[in-house]
């Protein structure tokens, strides 16, 4: 390959895998893969961002809504440092993602050289199933053929480290001969299945259970048709873990909604109440949402092995594919002939939505976050994707949001780390340029890093065959789910100085960058102003000016949690006043007639767990 240097054929390699973006952030570091991007015609795509973190997260969001192998790339030192946040997002939340890191050059190491770190050591964790260095152009292409194919395989983080020297180097492919190892492309299709006297184990329990909860998670995504056979045949309620959100469609009557402490009264009382548990393709951590331990027989289906049996005393383990064990496990069950359980459900999730749209009306000052929500929520195109941030965002996310037909939507399930929405709706856009892509974002998540992401929406945009890329800023002055935390968890009034942030025009600072945007500080403006946004030719953000006071606690609260919270205004609350009538407010919309029966049992809530995870 005369003429060829490292750079080149690791852009080549890539191409060769049907990588078409690459979400980056330039230094010295790899000034040989750039020079190599000028040389390869930009291909693959080099999409600038503003922040090596958020590259990291672009290409979680791609990864996530392309079902492809997210790439990021960063210089050494402090690019590969920046990385981390977003690496591990992808990496607790089981999304393949592959780093292409700079080094500096090999005579510099050891020496204590600029921007020289040790990323085997920083990486070891993130990257811990494959993280390797190339030190000479034979260890190519094995390194990029092993970082893909694991990522791909093991829904994880893999890393290749690439000298600054290196990169320069001549190609020399590895050579028929000892101690080369040549490497190929691709990775054949598999889709693992239990043994069947496991599966027949496991049908014994389920048409045993005359009461059966489904708990669904991501894995269940490629077994939405089988999940809702299952769901038929046994007369169960299915309940959704916060990554899992677009695998059942939320408008089927027996579909509970998410799970913990974002989650529904009807998941609650689905959990409560049930006598059998399935869970399918989910780690979700809370056990304190589950059934009680000695309450239920459960069984899980997991792809990973090494996730079987973990949240719950499960008397079943089957470790395979969703959908294909779903398929061998179906004609084993017996169809309930009693749907009295199943009749509950939906009646509980019809009263449900009731008691959210009264929630969603109910005044507030300026306005009332949850009617931001709701108000999109028919007004959702068929085709959108959703992303939403950690924070009170994802509450309303979690409740408010009936995901639906082709609908996708994510947030960072695991790590729940702040910053992501913006980017992930951005690396949604290079999966999908055909659909919109909606972001429900806090104004904390706003300032720390999503504003300055709306540069490369302007940036790109022009590309996209459709161009809306809507950010939502809930804008109440206040990083809200702590100050909500502080005051359910621990009785602590709300402190001030962290939790107040300053006020921000986002909708005009967009528009000064070429972007579009408008300020709704009225109810009655809200629905005009989701119009506007979702006919718009560019992207567009709506600055929300939402009431701090609206409580983001469940609405199936402990009254470990009520107490806390009441102790909270005792402490003197700086905000007490509001967070007395909104949260009063609130909860009498469950006590309305059609709403949900009150629980005054000690200790009846459901957890102190995010409810993230899937």
């Given at each position: ?7 080149d054929f690791v852009l080549q390699r890539l191409r060769e895998w049907g990588v078409e973006h690459v979400f980056a952030y330039p230094g010295d570091g790899i000034n040989g893969l750039l020079a190599a991007w000028g040389r390869a015609g930009n291909r693959p795509r080099f999409i600038q961002s503003r ?564």
């Open positions: 390959m005369a003429g060829t240097k490292v750079s922040h090596e973190e958020m590259s990291a997260f672009q290409a979680v969001g791609y990864a996530k809504f392309s079902g492809r192998v997210g790439v990021c790339a960063a210089t050494s030192g402090p690019g590969a440092i920046h990385l981390l946040n977003g690496l591990y997002d992808a990496k607790l939340d089981h999304v393949p993602v592959v780093a292409l890191v700079g080094q500096t050059d090999r005579s510099a190491m050891g020496g204590s050289y600029q921007q020289e770190v040790d990323l085997r050591s920083l990486y070891k964790d993130v990257a811990s199933d494959f993280c390797e260095t190339a030190t000479v152009p034979e260890q190519l292409p094995n390194l990029i053929d092993r970082a893909m194919r694991t990522a791909y395989a093991r829904r994880t983080v893999t890393a290749v480290v690439l000298p600054a020297d290196v990169q320069e180097l001549d190609y020399s492919p590895p050579a028929h001969a000892f101690k080369m190892v040549p490497s190929s492309l691709g990775l054949g299709r598999y889709a693992p299945v239990p043994a069947d006297e496991d599966i027949e184990r496991a049908a014994e329990v389920l048409n045993a259970g005359e009461k059966v909860a489904v708990l669904v998670g991501q894995g269940a995504r490629g077994a939405r048709a089988e999940v809702e056979r299952l769901a038929d045949v046994l007369g169960a309620g299915v309940a959704k873990a916060l990554l899992g959100k677009d695998v059942l469609p939320d408008d089927l009557p027996y579909v509970t909604g998410a799970i913990g402490l974002l989650g529904t009264r009807p998941s609650y009382e689905l959990m409560r109440e049930c006598d059998t548990l399935l869970m399918i393709g989910s780690s979700f951590p809370y056990t304190q949402s589950m059934p009680e331990l000695d309450q239920a027989r459960a069984v899980q289906i997991d792809i990973d092995p090494h996730m079987v049996g973990l949240r719950y005393p499960f008397e079943v383990n089957l470790v395979g594919d969703s959908r294909g064990t779903l398929l061998r496990l179906l004609p084993r069950l017996h169809r309930k002939e009693n749907r009295t359980w199943r009749e509950g459900i939906e009646k509980g999730v019809a009263r449900w939505w009731e008691v959210m749209g009264r929630r969603a009306a109910v005044d507030a000052d300026p306005v009332n976050p949850e009617y931001v929500v709701h108000s999109l929520d028919a007004r959702l195109p068929d085709d959108a994707v959703v992303t939403a941030d950690s924070g009170s965002a994802a509450n309303w996310y979690a409740r408010h949001l009936r995901l639906r037909g082709r609908m996708r939507g994510s947030l960072s399930g695991t790590l729940a780390t702040m910053g992501p929405a913006v980017p992930y709706a951005i690396g949604a856009k290079f999966a999908h340029p055909e659909r919109p892509a909606i972001a429900l974002v806090g104004d904390g998540a706003m300032q720390m890093n999503g504003m300055m992401e709306m540069v490369t929406a302007a940036k790109y945009h022009h590309e996209w065959s459709d161009p809306r890329l809507i950010v939502a800023v809930l804008n109440n002055g206040d990083l809200n789910q702590v100050t909500w935390e502080m005051r359910a968890m621990t009785g602590v009034p709300q402190f001030e100085e962290s939790q107040h942030i300053p006020d921000l025009p986002y909708a005009e600072i967009a528009q000064r960058i070429g972007l579009d945007g408008v300020r709704v500080e009225r109810p009655e403006h809200v629905g005009a102003a989701w119009d506007r946004a979702l006919a718009a030719e560019r992207p567009f953000v709506i600055d929300f000016r939402t009431d701090p006071a609206v409580p983001p606690i469940p609405p199936h609260a402990s009254l470990d949690q009520i107490e806390a919270a009441a102790s909270a205004v005792l402490r003197g609350d700086s905000d007490r006043g509001s967070m007395i009538r909104q949260g009063v407010k609130a909860k009498v919309q469950e006590m309305l007639p059609g709403g949900h029966r009150r629980d005054d049992r000690p200790g009846a809530g459901p957890d102190d767990g995010s409810g993230g995870n899937g």
